[in-house]
């Protein structure tokens, strides 16, 4: 066996022995990508090495989790070994189709984190810092546009992206906090910045552990790195020194004048007002309609294959969003409600959860981002 293909057997073989391995999100998902992509090897060894991927995919326990966290994240770190030696295996299920949205709905990607001026030339990701994101919020600095978490390499960076090119006026993003074990989003964002994608839209120069963006167009990507300037301050969770940084790079910022409406991606509208321009935004974000959560009684719970779920309490609206993703992170659709129960049995009633553990899992989440809007203070999703 070819040794690229022994050694991605050997390493998932090793996960298969883990119980937490078993319940993961990453076990399941990492199968589901090989099922998907392996047949476009048209060799011996990835033929033999999907009889496997089969068998695993059948001795799977009930998901617990979608990330349990390790350090070193067996199954995805075997997709990479695997994808960097055939990268043809990382496009498989990627999409770039666009559409055009009103002006109106910055930012334009929902996510966990505070607008505090839409105008101002700086944007803050505090990575894995939970506190840091509420108290630089709270000082509120001037030149502060908007600060939150990144805690993945791959749909967390999708949303940075969206939501700046949508927003002329970001001119610089800093990076502070305590970047993610494994997933290294922090190194990752950097990494786009400076060396961009290649062509199966994966970060070049990335060590996370799956840096690949599904739900943004190259066009975006290249807009992204022209607007942008990235300031390194990951480790860094120094209030002071942030907020003078935020000053410093607001200092910077050039006066912006006309009006850009067309939504494209090239050099044509350089000029833009600070309001939020049209924007081109991909179906996998903007063409999934949110589900409003319907009133139920107590019925019969019916289960099926499902994906993972984010939860995102939107404490203006007093409601909860909740969205979800395919395990290659894709978005497949929004739920939205007033309160928690509605919410899971919707996604029960329409059979978009997986398992028991899971259906309970989620409502416990739930019951928790509700009660987090009701006394005020921040929800962070237990596994998320």
Not at 33 to 59: G, R
Not at 157 to 177: C, F, L, R
Not at 366 to 382: H, M, N
Request: overall charge positive; proline content about 4%.
């Amino acid at each position: 066996m070819n040794p690229v293909f022994k050694k991605v057997h050997s390493e998932i073989q090793r996960g298969m022995r883990l119980s937490r391995c078993k319940k993961c999100g990453c076990m399941r998902g990492t199968l589901e990508n090989l099922k998907a992509s392996l047949p476009l090897l048209k060799i011996k060894d990835a033929s033999e090495l999907l009889q496997n991927v089969n068998e695993w995919s059948s001795q799977l326990e009930p998901q617990s989790y979608p990330c349990f966290g390790c350090k070193y994240c067996i199954p995805p770190e075997a997709m990479t070994m695997l994808t960097l030696k055939y990268p043809v295996l990382a496009s498989a299920t990627l999409s770039s189709c666009e559409i055009k949205v009103n002006d109106n709905s910055w930012p334009p990607v929902e996510g966990e984190y505070t607008v505090l001026d839409k105008s101002a030339p700086v944007a803050v990701s505090t990575l894995a810092s939970v506190k840091l994101e509420e108290k630089l919020a709270r000082l509120k600095p001037a030149g502060l546009c908007i600060v939150g978490k990144t805690e993945t390499e791959n749909i967390g960076i999708d949303k940075i992206v969206k939501n700046v090119v949508s927003n002329p006026s970001i001119i610089s993003i800093i990076v502070a906090g305590k970047d993610t074990e494994g997933h290294k989003s922090g190194k990752t964002l950097l990494a786009l910045w400076e060396n961009g994608v290649d062509k199966n839209m994966r970060i070049i120069g990335s060590n996370g552990r799956r840096p690949i963006l599904k739900n943004v167009s190259r066009a975006e990507v290249d807009k992204f790195r022209k607007q942008i300037t990235v300031e390194d301050m990951i480790g860094s969770e120094n209030i002071k020194a942030i907020a003078n940084k935020i000053r410093e790079l607001s200092l910077k910022a050039p006066v912006k004048s006309g009006v850009s409406s067309c939504g494209c991606h090239s050099d044509c509208c350089d000029t833009a007002t600070i309001a939020a321009p049209a924007v081109m935004l991909p179906k996998s974000f903007m063409t999934i309609s949110t589900v409003t959560a319907n009133k139920f009684s107590k019925a019969s719970i019916k289960l099926d294959k499902a994906g993972y779920f984010v939860i995102l309490p939107q404490k203006k609206k007093a409601a909860i969003l909740v969205e979800h993703y395919s395990y290659d992170n894709k978005l497949i659709r929004k739920i939205e409600g007033k309160n928690s129960r509605d919410i899971y049995l919707t996604i029960i009633n329409n059979k978009w959860v997986t398992d028991l553990g899971h259906a309970a899992y989620l409502g416990k989440e739930l019951s928790r981002a509700e009660l987090s809007i009701k006394k005020g203070y921040k929800f962070v999703q237990d596994g998320a």
